[in-house]
């Protein structure tokens, strides 16, 4: 590493979550020339999973932020440069990125903190530039291609670059060409770093306007026409519709509802989903909500109906332990779990999330309600860690706070079961011989049936409901 790469350092877009290979970039709250200590919150991203702040790992002062907000970037590309020794003299001139590109290409040596174990205080500081997945580019309207920059890591080409096609609207018209002595066209003007840069972007400089002494071409004429071929790979496509306009909305799918569509997708097409139903007097559980809630031990915490589903589904687990278990695809085997982490499906203003309260078996009612309560505050402040939703075990989804009565919901991907609880109302129902007016809701359990058979999920969705007719069971059964 030289002496300039030791004193501009680069932290690079870290692997936030469990195998991630991209997160938008959200906001800065650092700017050029502000100082940043080690452990600094510099930026916020969304990743596929949630929206997390990025600390940053080392000291100095900020030289430049490759990156506007709303971008894109892919895990292991730098998105800050610190000057680590400012009063070490003149800063060398920033690279300012061309519509949301890096200006130079990520080095590929590690980081010191990297080589010396160091951890971050995420998840670690990025997929090493030959793992990281890369997007392919979508080709200019209009053209016959376009040319993406070098991924991380990768060799820089021999010879420039074919030249992008420039849309109609936003043309870069190419200099007069002069012939040298052999008849050939002269080779563009531009100083090595130049050259280096157009590279880098990959910009043919036959293609670019000099605007520099005698036709040189400078950094900022390739950023110029860096930023034309940009525009262009991000002019949609008109789409065949006879749709009027100002009657249709198009929102890019990206972040949590990109992650959840695919989830939802590969669960729907991998596991083969089974869903039973059944319809039951919830009375005496919504007569035990009303008590607790006036309980001392319960004060301050929350209590309704999903606390006492929660813990419905956490007994009949304990009656039926096989039903807690994942089908191991690559080994072809059936994972048995002892513990449970019980997910509650959550729906943010970023798209519907699914956090888990960790070991929920092992809580008592009191807890259980304090796990809850804290799940879904963060949940709704948009603060939930890829940690808070990995590992989860089955899941319940509140249907009924929208007025749904049932459903047939979809598996979170790795689990084998998940209830659904539809809304509770009065309705007339046969109690001790006579028709009277009961709070009756509808339970929904699907699963896997690979490795649940109608038996086992039959059990656990009647369990649940007995417990729920009949709360005094959470003591019988326990």
Not at 67 to 90: N, R
Not at 246 to 255: D, F, L, N, Q, T
Not at 437 to 448: G, H, K, M, N, Y
Request: net charge negative; hydrophobic share 40%.
């Amino acid at each position: 590493m030289t002496a300039v790469e030791q004193r501009f350092r680069e932290f690079k877009m870290p692997d936030v979550g469990e195998g991630l290979t991209e997160a938008e970039i959200l906001k800065w709250f650092v700017a050029p020339g502000d100082t940043v200590t080690d452990g600094q919150v510099v930026c916020e991203v969304e990743t596929a999973k949630a929206a997390v702040e990025l600390p940053i790992p080392f000291d100095g002062v900020v030289h430049e932020l490759r990156f506007d907000e709303g971008t894109t970037v892919d895990v292991g590309t730098p998105i800050i440069s610190v000057d680590t020794d400012p009063g070490a003299g003149e800063a060398p001139p920033q690279a300012a990125p061309a519509a949301g590109k890096p200006a130079e290409k990520p080095s590929a040596e590690a980081e010191p903190a990297e080589r010396e174990g160091r951890q971050a205080n995420l998840v670690g500081y990025g997929a090493a530039p030959a793992s990281t997945k890369r997007r392919p580019r979508k080709p200019v309207p209009g053209s016959q291609g376009s040319v993406p920059a070098p991924s991380a890591g990768a060799p820089a080409p021999q010879e420039p670059a074919p030249a992008p096609a420039r849309p109609e609207a936003a043309p870069a018209p190419s200099p007069s060409p002069e012939l040298n002595g052999s008849g050939r066209t002269a080779r563009p003007l531009a100083k090595p770093p130049v050259r280096k840069l157009a590279k880098d972007l990959g910009i043919d400089l036959e293609a670019v306007t000099p605007s520099g002494p005698d036709g040189i071409i400078t950094r900022e004429d390739v950023h110029a026409a860096a930023e034309a071929v940009q525009t262009a790979r991000e002019t949609p496509v008109a789409a065949p519709s006879r749709a009027v306009e100002g009657r249709e909305r198009r929102v890019p799918v990206k972040g949590v509802r990109k992650a959840t569509a695919q989830a939802m997708v590969n669960s729907a097409f991998t596991a083969p989903h089974v869903t039973e139903f059944v319809t039951v007097d919830v009375t005496r559980t919504m007569k035990l909500v009303a008590d607790l809630k006036q309980d001392p031990a319960m004060a301050g915490l929350r209590v309704n109906p999903l606390l006492l589903v929660a813990k419905a589904l956490l007994v009949a687990i304990r009656r039926n332990p096989d039903v807690n278990a994942t089908w191991d695809e690559d080994n072809q085997e059936i994972v048995y779990k002892d513990y449970v982490n019980l997910g509650i499906a959550a729906a943010t203003p970023r798209g519907l999330i699914v956090p888990n309260i960790k070991d929920a078996h092992a809580k008592t009612l009191p807890e259980l309600a304090s796990a809850l309560g804290e799940l879904v505050t963060t949940a709704r402040e948009g603060k939930t860690t890829p940690a808070d939703m990995s590992g989860g075990t089955v899941t319940i989804t509140n249907v009924g706070v929208f007025g749904i009565d049932a459903g047939t919901p979809i598996l979170n991907p790795g689990e084998s079961a998940i209830l659904a609880f539809g809304t509770v109302k009065l309705q007339p129902w046969v109690h001790k011989g006579e028709v009277k007016p009961r709070q009756v809701t509808t339970l929904a359990l699907s699963f896997d049936h690979r490795l649940v058979d109608g038996e086992l999920g039959s059990k656990v969705l009647a369990d649940v409901a007995a417990v729920l007719e009949r709360p005094k069971r959470l003591i019988t059964w326990a």
